[in-house]
Every structure is written in C-alpha cells, then in structure tokens.
C-alpha cells in the first residue's frame, strides 16, 4: 500500500504536466457540475417560492352542507400542536361581496383573517401603507383596486353581502401582495369582521397552513386528512399545480442528465490518459515486477492516481465553482440589486459532486489497473 | 557444495506452427551456491532466453526449473514474484533504473516491495551497500541523472537489497567503456567472493569471461562447452 502510494505520487510528478491538465479537466467538470445545479437549485426555488411562497399550501375546507367548519380553533391548535412541520396554521372566513362606490361596483372577495397568523402566510405587512385592522369594521385594500375605484386611505366603503346585507367600512392600509389579481379582488378584515358580515356566528370557511418544506405537502395533507380532518377536505397546492411540478421536474431531469454526462466525459478522459500513462510507464512497471511487485500492488499504483488526481480535481473544481458562483450573484444584478441568476449553494449537493469526482476517477482508474496487472515483465526486458 | 539452480531438459519453442523457432535444446544445467558463472555465446544463440527462464521472467515449454531447492515451473505469477524479490537479483544491460526515484531509493526498491516501507536498519544497510559500490557521494541524484557506470553500479547495489542467493547479468557492461567494464567486473567478483551470492553472467568479452570459475558457451541453443 505505502509503496503503491509512493510510486503514484513519484509518476504523477515526474508528467507534472499531464497531471495538471487531467486535474484541471476533472475540476471543470466538477466546477461546471456544482454551477449548473446550483442554477437549477436556485431557479427551482425561487419559482416555487414566487408561485407558492405566499400562498395556502394546504388548505382544510368544508365540501359539504354550508361549506363552514366548526371548531375550527381546536382544530387548528390540534394541527399546530401534532405537526411540527407546519410553520403557520391560520383560520379564515371567506365570502364574496360587492363594493359599491357612487355609480359602480366591483365583486370582491371578503377575507376574515387572524392578521397575526395569516401575515406569516401572506406577508401583508411587508409592503403595506398604512396600518392592520384594530377593531370590528376596518378593512385593508389592495393596490389595484385601490387604483381602479380610486379609494385613499380612510374612506369609507360599503360592503353588500349576497344575501342583502349592507355595512359601511373603513380602509386603513393598502396592501400590494405581488399578484395583481389578488390586488384587485382581496379585501381583508378581522375574523370576527367577516363572520358577522356573513352571519358564520363562530366559523370558519378555511384553515391554511404554511410549510417548512412546502415539497412534504402531498404527504403531510394526506396525514392530516386521516388524523385530523374527519369529513373535511384537505388540499395541498401540489395536486393544484400539476403542471408547475411537472416543469420542475423536467427541470431536475435535465439537470441531472447534464450532470452525468459532464462526468462521463471526465471519466472517459481520465481513463485515457492514464491508459496512456500505463504504455508511459510500462518500462518501470517491468522492472517492478521483474523485482518481484506483486500484480495487485502494481494496479494499485495506478488506483492511487486516479484517486489522487480525483481529490485534487475535486478541491480545485469546488473552488473554481463557488468562484464562479460567487462571481455570478455578485456581478450579474439587476438594476435592483438582486441577481440575475439567483444560485442555491447547497453544501450537501456539493460535498457529493466532489465525491462522486472522486468515486469516478478512481473507477477510471480500474481500466490502465488491470492493463498494468497484465502486463508481463518480459516483454520490457526483451525489448530494451 | 549444494546446487542454487538446477535445469533439467529444458527446451524453449517460440510461436507455433510453421513459424515455430526451437531457441533452446535439452538444457540440462546445474549451477553451485556462490559459484561465479559465465555465458558466452554468438548473438541469437539462446543467451537471453537461458537466463530469463532461470530469473522466472519466462517460462520453458518443457523441462523442470530448480530454483533455491523450489520448482519453479509450475509456481502462479503471485509465488514467482515472491521468489524474484526475496531470492533473484537482476542486472541488465539497459540499467533498468526508475528515474522517478534517486539512486538510493532505488537501492532500498526490492526491500520496500517486500515490507512495504523502509525501518532504520534497511536504510542503513542499503548505505552500506552503496559504499560496497562506491556510490556514497551520489546516491540522492535521481537515477537517470548519473553515468552509465553508475547507473550499473546502483543496478547491482539494488540487485544486492535482499540479500538474493542469486544474481542473474545480462551483458551488464554491454554499453559501457572498458574501463567501467574492468570496474564492474571486479565489483561483482569482490561482492560474490565476500558475501558469497551466486553469480550467473552473460558477456560477449571473452577476456572477461575467463576470470569466471566456470564459462558455459550456447551454441544454437546448446550447452557446446562447459569448463
Ligand atoms: N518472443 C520471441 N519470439 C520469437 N523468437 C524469439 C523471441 N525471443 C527471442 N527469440 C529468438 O530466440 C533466439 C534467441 O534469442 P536470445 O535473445 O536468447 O539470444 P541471445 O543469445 O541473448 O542474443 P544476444 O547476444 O544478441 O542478446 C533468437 O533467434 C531470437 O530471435
Ligand atoms: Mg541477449
């Protein structure tokens, strides 16, 4: 073993060069490796942030009789005391309504939320102008129907209800959640807000929740609906956006199909260069064995190789892509800031592109192995 | 005295065939423990052949190959590596140096394939024998980086690591001036006369030749003298 490493180190640094070049070919693909899934990673994410970030990722309603859930505070400590995964847990009531102002009116959505929650899930306040709800008969607009009814702050609106009910009430903040359409329909209240304007007494129409990973939700639903929901239905934004993970996953496919082949090609590389090396070095390789190196010793020289120029090109390709990276999310911004291409460095996904470098040079370094084991010392003693 | 090596009808047929070359005939040969042996014989006689079958780097087609007291013959390629580093030493005309180490470690080389790394005392004995060869001063140049003299002087430096019973020669001066040759001969004498290793040598000198205890001349692969 020692001597097997000994004669490695000796013949990669006597074809210095051709040693720098193999490992300077394992580190790009190693660098091109962690770049490209990091740029997938990133882009997942922030699609899936941007699409259900701020969004019910699942969601408990009612598809029965009057379509309310009764309860729902116990059902909602319940879900937040057993799920540890579920980061928010927020009950809200749901109605439409019409606002009428002067001679038009716009069909809205009435939502009663526990503002404390429900900003976990939706983050109003992160771009809200003016204030939550304090009491009973305030609500919040959003930017676009603050825009198209031309409502400002402090006015009053009145609200009719479908079965006839008319109140008045008042704006005190406008709220922009990034998505115009509910920009322009959504009007928030209190909880109690909506169920008196509704007359849903103590219910709910919906209990959403927010997710450490919002990947489990198809899983987690599906426990909840056993464990919790009874008659209830539960959602989960998954089965809802079919055709987004079906991209995602395409995405991931394509990512991984690039990924092999990068590593195909350093393997292929590799094992040519050190099959190379075997023919380079068969001269000494005779004389080992004329003094009497034993064949598997004699492979393992050339495994060390492979392993050795792997762990460099391994380091040298983490380097070079976390530069790149790095250079990538610092000098290509938006005129805001932000990056152009947002990159998820996952040190997991990279610790395992360096082993998988490393498992693969060394399997490439099985090929000029067994040639060198082969090799029979007469043939370089015969021929000078 | 006890014999080191014993052939017994050996015969060597090259290809198959019409194109069959029979390069060795009913060798019967028998060798003594530290005797100092040469062959001579005209260029394509079977020199070579004799001496790769009898280092193990080549097998007969017929005939049975006493080495040491062990049949050597039938022994798998992991036995015949064993038997080269612990009881054969070779020399051969081209050197045969790793240039990727320095002459001393090439020295320790034989040592390190059989125990894996090097202790004090094996260090300290391939010293020794690197003064016995007259190579103190440059044993930590890189091996190709020396004179053909030296280079052959570290050959046999290495050849002498394990304390091998037999050292096997293949026109080890054959591309060296006579001067150097004179040295080298001298040397390999000096080393079987002290320590008493068994010396099988090929030449084309016949001057040289003579100084042996025994020369065995092949011709068209038969022993045609003996003396
Ligand atoms: N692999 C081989 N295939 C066929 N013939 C071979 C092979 N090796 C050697 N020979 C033949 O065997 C014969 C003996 O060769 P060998 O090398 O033993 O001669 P030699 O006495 O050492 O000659 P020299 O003094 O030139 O070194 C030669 O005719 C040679 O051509
Ligand atoms: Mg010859």
Redesign the interface.
Known sequence: ???AF??AV??L??GRGQTILIAIGIAIGVSVQIFIGSLIQGLQIELVDSTIGSQSQITISNKLDDALIDNYDKLEQDIDDNYESVRFVSATADGPALLSLDDDSYSILLRGLNFNIADGIYKITDKLEGNLPAKEGEVLIGTELKEEAEISLGDELLLLSGEGKRETMKVTGIFDLGVANLNKSWVLGSLPTAQNFFNYEDKATSIEMQLEDVFAADTLAAEIQAEQAGTLTVDNWKDLNASLLSGLNGQSVSSYMIQVFVMISVLLGIASVLAITVVQKS??L??????????G?ASLIFVFQGLMLGIAGAILGVLLGLGLSYAFTTFALNPDGTPVVPLYIDPGFIALSAAFAIVVSTIAALIPARRSSKLN??EV??N? | MANVIELKKINKIYGSGQFQTHVLHDIDLEIEDASFTSIIGQSGSGK?TLL?II?T??QPSDGEVWINGMRTDQMN??EL??????T?G?I???H??????TAFENVL??Y???H??APKSAVERANEIMNLVGLEKVKNNPSGKMSGGQQQRTAIA?ALMNEPKIILADEPTGNLDSDTTEIIYNLMREINQKIGTTFVVITHDRRIAEKADRIIEITDGRIVMDI
């Open positions: 073993m020692r001597l000994t004669i000796r013949f640094r006597s001269r000494q005779g004389i080992l064995k004329a003094m009497g190196i034993q064949d010793q010392p007469i003693i015969r000078g | 070579s790769n280092g780097l080549d390629k992991k590596a064993t038997l080269r580093n612990r054969l070779f051969f005309q081209f045969y140096l790793l240039p990727e180490f080389m034989p390190r394939i059989e894996g790394s290495r």
